[in-house]
Nanobody
């Protein structure tokens, strides 16, 4: 089993920055794909960014491209999401996810989810 624990959420003014962390435990995920998703009140969960632990390749939703950066630290078994120039529409609960198959991250059906961390951006 894989356990994912997010941290780093909070309240920030528009234009500010936050860095989310996702600590991974339970087993090695060195050959996994991982990603960040978010869910705003009254909306469906949506994809934000993903990274291949194997290749380091990354991919972003158009809404965050150029503002957010996903990265991973194998030594710390931790994934990050650096969020810059935050906007009120970025307000959501952010979830990290992991799966041995990239296709499951792409399809929004990963095997493992974290509990989520709240990000609130005030205008």
């Amino acid at each position: 089993q894989v356990q994912l624990v997010e941290s780093g959420g909070g309240l920030v003014q528009a234009g500010g920055s936050l860095r989310l962390s996702c600590a991974v435990s339970g087993r090695t995920v060195s050959n996994y794909a991982m990603g960040w998703f978010r869910q705003a009140p009254g909306k469906e969960r949506e994809f934000v960014a993903r990274i291949s632990w194997t290749t380091g390749n990354t991919y972003y939703a158009d809404s965050v491209k150029g503002r957010f950066a996903i990265s991973g630290d194998n030594a710390k078994n931790t994934m990050y999401l650096q969020m810059n120039n935050l906007k009120p529409e970025d307000t959501a609960v952010y979830y990290c996810a992991a799966d041995p198959r990239l296709a499951h991250i792409v399809g929004g059906i990963p095997a493992y989810w974290g509990q989520g961390t709240q990000v609130t951006v005030s205008s």
